[in-house]
């Protein structure tokens, strides 16, 4: 933002980038001027017991690139439908996933997974905001911290979300002083990619208000 020569600018984040876009707006309030979350990590304990365990594991150096390197290697070698059906398990997803999950976003994702430097940015990412205790029933909650929040924050949320349920978006609205709740309904996890038209909506509308 200092490079832009931005003092302000409103964040949007999803999953842990909705966790990264948080931690900005609690740590450097003066510069986030408006706040969006979609479907974010710390705001309550993971309802899939897997992936809470997930971002435990990650956490753990060797282990962390060892599943990344993993994740990796899956997607080089699995199938397509293979690739969108466990999507579909892991995030809930009950839209279109040929449609949603597109060979062309596929490509992007190898592309992605391929590379050093994001995998090293992800674990980094992950490893600084989320405690290796949650590999053992803990978790990193921040909800004690949203009311710190002064700003305008509007959350999105996919009504079958199975990772974050929609119990979270619910107690922490509550808990932010100037706070919306958007509900997708026949959305998981990644409402931005199963029901894009009405997601861009909420959003459009909040950010020109």
Same mark, same amino acid.
């Given at each position: 933002?200092?490079?832009?020569?931005?003092?302000?600018?409103?964040?949007?984040?999803?999953?842990?980038?909705?966790?990264?876009?948080?931690?900005?707006?609690?740590?450097?309030?003066?510069?986030? %001027?408006? *706040? =969006?979350?979609?479907?974010? $990590?710390?705001? &309550?304990?993971?309802? #899939?017991?897997?992936?809470?365990?997930?971002?435990?594991?990650?956490?753990?150096?060797?282990?962390?690139?060892?599943?990344?390197?993993?994740?990796?290697?899956?997607?080089?070698?699995?199938?397509?439908?293979?690739?969108?059906?466990?999507?579909?398990?892991?995030?809930?997803?009950?839209?279109?996933?040929?449609?949603?999950?597109?060979?062309?976003?596929?490509?992007?994702?190898?592309?992605?997974?391929?590379?050093?430097?994001?995998?090293?940015?992800?674990?980094?990412?992950? %490893?600084? *905001? =989320?405690?290796?205790?949650? $590999?053992?029933? &803990?978790?990193?909650? #921040?909800?004690?911290?949203?009311?710190?929040?002064?700003?305008?924050?509007?959350?999105?949320?996919?009504?079958?979300?199975?990772?974050?349920?929609?119990?979270?978006?619910?107690?922490?609205?509550?808990?932010?002083?100037?706070?919306?709740?958007?509900?997708?309904?026949?959305?998981?996890?990644?409402?931005?990619?199963?029901?894009?038209?009405?997601?861009?909506?909420?959003?459009?509308?909040?950010?020109?208000?």
């Amino acid at each position: 933002m200092e490079d832009r020569g931005l003092r302000s600018a409103a964040l949007v984040g999803a999953s842990l980038g909705g966790r990264i876009a948080l931690e900005v707006a609690l740590e450097q309030p003066k510069l986030v %001027r408006k *706040l =969006v979350l979609v479907n974010t $990590l710390g705001l &309550g304990r993971p309802k #899939v017991r897997m992936a809470q365990m997930a971002y435990g594991l990650v956490t753990i150096p060797r282990v962390g690139e060892a599943v990344m390197r993993f994740t990796r290697d899956a997607l080089t070698w699995a199938p397509a439908a293979m690739v969108r059906r466990v999507a579909a398990r892991y995030s809930g997803a009950t839209s279109d996933l040929n449609r949603t999950m597109d060979n062309i976003y596929l490509d992007d994702l190898r592309e992605m997974y391929a590379t050093d430097a994001f995998r090293n940015a992800y674990l980094s990412t992950l %490893r600084s *905001l =989320v405690n290796p205790r949650s $590999l053992f029933g &803990g978790h990193h909650d #921040v909800t004690q911290r949203l009311n710190e929040l002064k700003i305008p924050v509007q959350l999105i949320w996919g009504a079958d979300d199975p990772l974050f349920p929609l119990a979270h978006a619910e107690r922490a609205s509550s808990l932010i002083a100037r706070c919306r709740l958007a509900v997708i309904d026949g959305a998981g996890h990644t409402p931005q990619a199963e029901r894009p038209e009405e997601f861009n909506r909420v959003l459009h509308a909040f950010l020109d208000r």
